[in-house]
T-cell receptor, first 115, second 115 residues
Framework: SQELEQSPQSLIVQEGKNLTINCTSS?????LYWYKQKYGEGLIFLMM?????EEKSHEKITAKLDEKKQQSSLHITASQPSHAGIYLC???????????????FGKGTHLIIQP | ETGVTQTPRHLVMGMTNKKSLKCEQH?????MYWYKQSAKKPLELMFV???????ENNSVPSRFSPECPNSSHLFLHLHTLQPEDSALYLC??????????????FGPGTRLTVT
């Protein structure tokens, strides 16, 4: 079965600093999803990447997909207190071809922003 | 975020009780999912529904019984649970296309405690 390893497990960053979170898959990536979760709450969808080399941005968050390395990175520029939370990467388990497909998730990266 | 709602938000039940979790999506999606999030473990897929039909049961014990009467509603019926079943149960929904699944949107979750 596919496993997703996220690094680092936790991260403390001073407000205003940049940071990067990585997600590495043990198998071929067919689609990579990034979510943010506040403690004990539901997941907020951030971005979905499907093609190798794809890069997407939303406000100060940028995600990239390196299909060859089976890896994705999430970069936050000029971090703010609102960025604090748990960041989760999820992967589609099979190549697109129709039908619903549950996701495999990493354990998450806990991000703390220090004022 | 009110696209996917879950009730109740918190539930405490004894091992001999029977209870149900409810999920409703207002996004016009045609696939729904149940996930379980336990402490220190990655988010785990439990069930997948595609146009009301169950397409996947991820080796979930029979004490968890899902029901999907239509594309907008999903239930998880619980009976004779064990303390280790205490977790955050998350519902998600997505659109299904011929070329694969779209983004999955999550509800806020039900925090279940089994005593």
């Amino acid at each position: 079965s596919q496993e997703l390893e996220q690094s680092p497990q936790s991260l403390i960053v001073q407000e205003g600093k940049n940071l990067t979170i990585n997600c590495t898959s043990s198998k071929t990536l067919y689609g990579l999803y990034w979510y943010k979760q506040k403690y004990g709450e539901g997941l907020i969808f951030l971005m979905m990447l499907q093609k190798g080399g794809e890069e997407k941005s939303h406000e100060k968050i940028t995600a990239k997909l390196d299909e060859k390395k089976q890896q994705s990175s999430l970069h936050i520029t000029a971090s703010q207190p609102s960025h604090a939370g748990i960041y989760l990467c999820g992967a589609a388990r099979r190549e697109s071809g129709g039908g619903a497909d549950g996701l495999t998730f990493g354990k998450g990266t806990h991000l703390i922003i220090q004022p | 975020e009110t696209g996917v709602t879950q009730t109740p938000r918190h539930l405490v039940m004894g091992m001999t009780n029977k209870k149900s979790l409810k999920c409703e999506q207002h996004l016009g999606h045609n696939a729904m999912y149940w996930y379980k999030q336990s402490a220190k473990k990655p988010l785990e897929l439990m069930f997948v529904y595609n146009f009301k039909e169950q397409t996947e049961n991820n080796s979930v014990p029979s004490r968890f019984s899902p029901e999907c009467p239509n594309s907008s509603h999903l239930f998880l019926h619980l009976h004779t649970l064990q303390p280790e079943d205490s977790a955050l149960y998350l519902c998600a929904s997505s659109l299904i296309f011929t070329r694969g699944a779209g983004e999955q949107y999550f509800g806020p979750g039900t925090r279940l405690t089994v005593t």
